[in-house]
């Protein structure tokens, strides 16, 4: 990977995750299965910078049609569902974007949304604030998107947060690169096995061209 690429990647632009968020809102709120979305975490309290995820709960007639609509205009890397959550519910790293930027997704009935938004907080304690309301239209995404088989990528894929999350606070608090270091050994043995999906194959290799450029930057 070319090292302006690996910049691009390890210091995204503090507007991206506000750029992300109101396109997908927009594309969002003009469907017809959608009936409420909120937004949580950092961009809930207004405190998000370059390194944050976008978090959405969403309640929706036809959750699989969102995750085409999020695919039409973000193409899908990879995804990685929630655990104990109803599927699609999950976690989407887009193509183009930094992979701190990626998009989680979680949907709600409309009573487990509006107890949310009531309480303020999601389960993890995350904020949550309702978006309101925009204007419906007549159009449906073009092609709907093939989820991939990651039968294979198990533990390896439960690595890729923490070492974003560690890699962040490398960048935002100066904090050493033992743990970063670390887990990427894990995922680089991971994805020369050959046998995890061509999506965290990637990402992998994004991780890992961050971190050999925080690691040049760093002598």
């Given at each position: 990977?070319?090292?302006?690429?690996?910049?691009?990647?390890?210091?995204?632009?503090?507007?991206?995750?506000?750029?992300?968020?109101?396109?997908?809102?927009?594309?969002?709120?003009?469907?017809?299965?959608?009936?409420?979305?909120?937004?949580?975490?950092?961009?809930?309290?207004?405190?998000?910078?370059?390194?944050?995820?976008?978090?959405?709960?969403?309640?929706?007639?036809?959750?699989?049609?969102?995750?085409?609509?999020?695919?039409?205009?973000?193409?899908?890397?990879?995804?990685?569902?929630?655990?104990?959550?109803?599927?699609?519910?999950?976690?989407?790293?887009?193509?183009?974007?930094?992979?701190?930027?990626?998009?989680?997704?979680?949907?709600y009935t409309g009573?487990?949304?509006?107890?949310?938004?009531?309480?303020?907080?999601?389960?993890?304690?995350?904020?949550?604030?309702?978006?309101?309301?925009?204007?419906?239209?007549?159009?449906?995404?073009?092609?709907?998107?093939?989820f991939p088989d990651?039968?294979?990528?198990?533990?390896?894929?439960?690595?890729?947060?923490?070492?974003?999350?560690?890699?962040?606070?490398?960048?935002?608090?100066?904090?050493?690169?033992?743990?970063?270091?670390?887990?990427?050994?894990?995922?680089?043995?991971?994805?020369?096995?050959?046998?995890?999906?061509?999506?965290?194959?990637?990402?992998?290799?994004?991780?890992?061209?961050?971190?050999?450029?925080?690691?040049?930057?760093?002598?």
């Open positions: 990977m070319q090292p302006d690429r690996a910049q691009a990647l390890l210091f995204p632009y503090v507007s991206s995750p506000k750029r992300i968020f109101e396109e997908l809102v927009l594309t969002f709120q003009s469907l017809e299965s959608v009936k409420r979305i909120a937004i949580a975490g950092s961009l809930a309290e207004g405190s998000h910078d370059g390194y944050d995820e976008i978090q959405l709960v969403v309640e929706a007639t036809d959750p699989l049609l969102v995750v085409n609509a999020l695919n039409d205009i973000f193409p899908i890397r990879y995804f990685r569902p929630f655990s104990g959550m109803d599927f699609p519910s999950g976690r989407f790293w887009l193509h183009d974007e930094s992979p701190f930027n990626f998009v989680a997704i979680a949907f009573v487990d949304l509006e107890e949310a938004i009531h309480k303020g907080k999601l389960a993890h304690g995350a904020t949550i604030r309702e978006i309101p309301s925009g204007t419906k239209g007549d159009w449906s995404p073009s092609r709907q998107y093939k990651i039968s294979n990528d198990g533990e390896l894929s439960r690595l890729v947060e923490p070492t974003l999350f560690s890699i962040r606070s490398v960048v935002r608090d100066g904090e050493d690169l033992e743990g970063v270091m670390a887990n990427l050994t894990v995922l680089q043995r991971g994805r020369v096995s050959g046998r995890v999906s061509d999506g965290l194959t990637f990402l992998i290799d994004e991780i890992s061209a961050m971190v050999s450029e925080l690691v040049r930057l760093r002598k």
